[in-house]
């Protein structure tokens, strides 16, 4: 609740509207207790009195000679309590109509939703006039009338958001566990949709203020000589030119509550969406920001994309995330380079930053270089790097379902990714997209482009993942736990197209992974990642065969072996460390059984005799 209201508030508008609207509420709710006049006492010798001219009248009079103020107050109280439960029965009824609709679906959603189109049909305020007119003048019926108006806007909200929600797998577990239908629609459904209603009433009650001051304004609610704020509009018409102020007040008010209930409600709104709230309510930005302060280092060139002394920073409020400190790496033609470490340790954010990929904010690169066959692709603007997205350096991803968009049929989605860089006919594309699923071994391409990535399996998805890397040519081909989220066999094959993919096209493939058995199969050399920062590196046999590193040695140490005989798996005590107070020294003394004193003193450098180097005092072998 206080993160909520934290979220809240740091909206400077949604903050206006609470304070106005607090105060507002806090003065009506307090109105009785205040030295008012009786507003409906009349006295006509003190008729239409300006603001300020008498004591006793700090608002001056109506055309009665009533006190403006008091009107003003008693209006805006009833005004409010109107409003407020309209929005609640038609929130309450609509929300109700439309779970209702939405969970049994078929014939009963079919007339349901029949019957308040119906009600949609009518023009809005004409409806809620007959309504008026049937059931006759007064409050209580404007009050039913813009209620029931309402039901709609709430049935068709909720109902659209139930029927999602009464096909999803919880749904169906709470019917297999014997629970009734209300029972789920209360237990199950109604959690789920209470925070939209929420914010629909939100955006609503403000509207059905106005709807009811119409109303009032047209003689049809709250009847003389009792006021709201639209009967006082509607008595200060005949007046409107000779004693403005008569108007100028309940307007004023009408304007302050609507406007103070709609920017609340819009922070409401933003606030409670879960998409909104994880992203502190800023979209990222197109591309990285990068801010490098000091020159760029020159390097000589060492492979097709190199990255040098890159460093990522995620900025959070005071707090800065170290995620990648520094890491310099390089992958060449035809090579496979693979990037090893724990969850966390900051392989993700490495490879992100490669294409300016990290969303920003929080993610800011804060120095080094990626350079693409000698270029700084970082001080390249916007237009470039869309271009070699993809063309150049392309990116397979870990989830197969989320990379692909759930509503367009396989052929479209990989005809956009060609279409977006080259100016093909939709034929060519279509023919390019077929040859793209046979060279990542589908089964019957034709039929598969037709699918949607819900009716293919894992594999299959994951190899249309993959064709999509490789729709345009792309020279390096980054791949991020591409096989954690498959089976071992799937996981066998992929690599082995992976493999193959390399030696045919010559690609180079930087394969980022938590599995050491992975890379010995596929990679030709090895960086092993630790806290935002490389601790190892060298060619894949040489590092498995004799790590240097003791937390490479433990790593390898963590990996099961068949065959091999009756050996304790030794997990690594204590947990990485948070990379936004990373300590001094080497990140891994805390939990390396060698660390002395010199470890946790000052930098220690990546050493070694190429192609080897370690970052470690003492290290296990020499290199
Ligand atoms: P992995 O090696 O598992 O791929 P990541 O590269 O995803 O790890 O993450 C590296 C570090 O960056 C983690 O410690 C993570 O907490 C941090 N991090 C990632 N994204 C954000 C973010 N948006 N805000 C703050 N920290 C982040
Ligand atoms: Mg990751």
Redesign the pocket.
């Known amino acids: 609740m206080s993160a909520f209201l934290k979220l809240l508030f740091r909206n400077r508008l949604a903050a206006m509207g609470a304070v106005v609207l607090g105060a507002i509420l806090l003065l009506v709710l307090v109105t009785p207790l205040l030295p008012l006049p009786d507003p409906n006492v009349t006295d006509t010798s003190q008729r239409f009195l300006r603001p300020f001219e008498a004591a006793g009248h700090l608002l001056g009079t109506d055309h009665l000679g009533r006190d403006l103020l008091a009107r003003l107050l008693y209006g805006t109280r009833l005004s409010l309590a109107v409003g407020f439960a309209a929005a609640v029965i038609a929130a309450f009824f609509g929300s109700a109509i439309g779970i209702v609709a939405g969970y049994f679906g078929r014939r009963t959603d079919n007339i349901i939703m029949r019957g308040v189109d119906m009600l949609m049909a009518f023009p809005y305020i004409l409806l809620a006039l007959a309504i008026v007119a049937a059931l006759g003048p007064g409050l209580l019926n404007a009050l039913i009338a813009v209620a029931a108006v309402n039901i709609p806007f709430f049935a068709r909200n909720i109902r659209g958001i139930t029927v999602g929600l009464a096909a999803r797998e919880f749904v169906d577990a709470a019917k297999l566990s014997g629970k009734g239908h209300l029972r789920i629609i209360l237990t199950e459904v109604l959690p789920n949709v209470l925070p939209v209603i929420v914010i629909a009433m939100s955006t609503t009650v403000g509207w059905m203020i106005l709807e009811t001051a119409g109303l009032s304004f047209l003689g049809l609610g709250s009847q003389p000589p009792v006021a709201d704020l639209g009967s006082m509009l509607g008595e200060a018409r005949a007046a409107l030119i000779t004693a403005p102020h008569t108007s100028v007040v309940p307007g004023l008010m009408i304007f302050l509550i609507v406007m103070s209930i709609n920017l609340l409600g819009d922070g409401v709104r933003d606030a409670l969406d879960p998409r909104l709230k994880s992203g502190a309510l800023s979209r990222p930005r197109s591309m990285t920001r990068v801010d490098r302060k000091g020159p760029v280092r020159e390097a000589a060139q060492k492979g097709l994309l190199d990255l040098q002394a890159l460093e990522t920073q995620?900025h959070?409020g005071a707090r800065v995330?170290r995620?990648?400190g520094g890491v310099d790496l390089h992958v060449k033609k035809g090579e496979c380079l693979g990037i090893i470490?724990?969850?966390?340790?900051?392989?993700?954010?490495?490879a992100l930053s490669v294409m300016g990929l990290v969303?920003s904010p929080?993610?800011v690169i804060t120095a080094g270089a990626v350079r693409y066959d000698g270029h700084d692709l970082l001080s390249s603007g916007y237009r470039e790097m869309r271009q070699r997205r993809g063309e150049n350096v392309a990116y397979i991803f870990q989830d197969p379902l989320a990379t692909l968009h759930p509503l367009y049929k396989v052929e479209d989605q990989l005809a956009e990714a060609i279409q977006s860089h080259h100016r093909v006919s939709d034929g060519e594309a279509r023919e390019r997209s077929l040859e793209l699923l046979r060279a990542v071994r589908i089964p019957n391409p034709e039929s598969r482009l037709k699918n949607y990535p819900h009716e293919m399996s894992g594999g299959m998805r994951q190899r249309v993942g993959i064709a999509m890397a490789l729709a345009n040519d792309p020279d390096v081909i980054i791949a991020?736990?591409p096989t954690t989220a498959l089976d071992v066999t799937v996981q066998a094959q992929i690599l082995a197209l992976l493999d193959d993919l390399r030696r045919e096209r010559g690609l180079a493939i930087v394969f980022?992974t938590?599995d050491f058995g992975v890379v010995a199969q596929l990679c030709d050399r090895v960086a092993v990642?630790y806290a935002?920062r490389i601790v190892e590196e060298g060619p894949t046999k040489a590092v498995l065969d004799a790590p240097a590193h003791p937390y490479t040695k433990r790593l390898i140490a963590c990996v099961p072996e068949l065959g091999g005989g009756q050996r304790e798996l030794a997990a690594i005590p204590g947990l990485p460390p948070?990379?936004d107070d990373l300590p001094p020294g080497c990140a891994f003394a805390p939990r390396c059984h060698k660390a002395r004193d010199a470890c946790a003193q000052g930098e220690i450098p990546l050493d070694g005799t190429p192609p080897r180097a370690v970052r470690c005092l003492y290290p296990e072998e020499a290199v």
């Open positions: 995620f959070v995330y995620a990648v470490g724990e969850s966390g340790s900051g392989k993700s954010v490495t969303a929080p993610g991020d736990e980022i938590h990642m935002g948070s990379v």
